[in-house]
């Protein structure tokens, strides 16, 4: 363990090498948590509201409530093993080795040929890419380690988002905690910035919340954008928060003009915003400085 750990510390190559592997393996389990999680959720929801619902002696609607989730009780990010939605066959260890699997089995289930979402060796691929650079870029260290932990995070905060508007919780107030905790020492700032950055960063979207609330009656985004951008701010600080509120909204507009002109989007039908948070997250984490310094000379 010893010579593994001298290795790494001594080779950029060996140790950039590794983390893309690990990286691999993550991404894999990113994919599980981005597939269960919402679903772990429903079911949660369903079960509290039936709990209400029988407190109020409303048996009939709280039975009915119960039975809308599939969800087992004991479906979590561990158990059952992984299998095909359609045949059930439980997927093997050799089936789950990232990207290379999905490769060999020419993107179908091993048992009935069903066809297997590119969605999964992409977000794996994905996350290794970013394991490796982020090794590469800060080398060997705790900044290395923890910048990694911040961008899986932040992949499969997007894809949940993407898929069902919804950032949850159990992955943005951790990420939040985790960040301060890594900005003791200021491993990215500060930690009197860092604590800033959480409060700022909160506040701020929660201010556009409220004001667009008042002024159409509508709600314009959800409480979990203000919850990763305050986890944002946590890790990186304050000062880089004006660079990701503005990248993020450039981008976003961007998008939703593109989507709207297209006509694949209403006017009235939501887009996710932490998409466009966890990539300004991402930029400024690894960019954020020189683009601040560049940006800032410009008006010298």
């Not at 080779?11 to 090498?17: G, L, N, Q, R």
């Not at 959720?41 to 409530?65: F, G, I, S």
């Not at 982020?134 to 961008?151: D, Y």
Request: net charge neutral.
């Amino acid at each position: 363990m010893t010579d593994l750990f001298n290795l790494l510390q001594s080779s950029p190559f060996a140790f950039t090498t590794t983390a893309t592997i690990v990286g691999l393996m993550v991404g894999s389990f990113l994919n599980v948590v981005i597939y269960r999680l919402p679903r772990m959720m429903q079911r949660d929801w369903n079960e509290q509201a039936a709990m209400l619902l029988e407190d109020a002696k409303l048996t009939d609607c709280a039975t009915t409530l119960r039975g809308v989730s599939e969800t087992p009780s004991n479906y979590n990010l561990v158990v059952p093993r992984s299998a095909c939605p359609k045949c059930g066959q439980s997927i093997s260890a050799v089936q789950n080795i990232p990207v290379i699997s999905y490769l060999v089995l020419r993107g179908k289930c091993a048992n009935c040929d069903n066809p297997i979402s590119a969605r999964y060796p992409i977000i794996e691929a994905i996350s290794g890419l970013f394991a490796g650079y982020i090794a590469w870029h800060f080398g060997f260290g705790m900044a290395a380690v923890a910048a990694m932990l911040f961008a899986w995070s932040l992949i499969a905060l997007t894809v949940i988002d993407i898929d069902t508007q919804l950032l949850p919780d159990s992955i943005t107030l951790p990420l939040l905690w985790i960040g301060l905790l890594f900005n003791i020492p200021g491993t990215f700032a500060p930690l009197s910035s860092a604590i800033i950055g959480a409060v700022a960063g909160y506040l701020s979207l929660w201010s556009v919340y409220w004001a667009f609330k008042l002024a159409t009656g509508k709600e314009g985004m959800g409480f979990g954008d203000f919850k990763l951008l305050a986890a944002i701010g946590a890790w990186l600080g304050w000062k880089l928060l004006p660079l990701v509120i503005l990248l993020s909204s450039f981008v976003g507009a961007a998008v939703g003009i593109v989507l709207i002109v297209s006509q694949r989007h209403g006017r009235n039908v939501p887009i996710p915003f932490g998409p466009y948070l966890a990539a300004a997250g991402l930029i400024a984490m690894l960019w954020g400085g020189d683009i601040n310094s560049v940006y800032l000379g410009l008006f010298r």
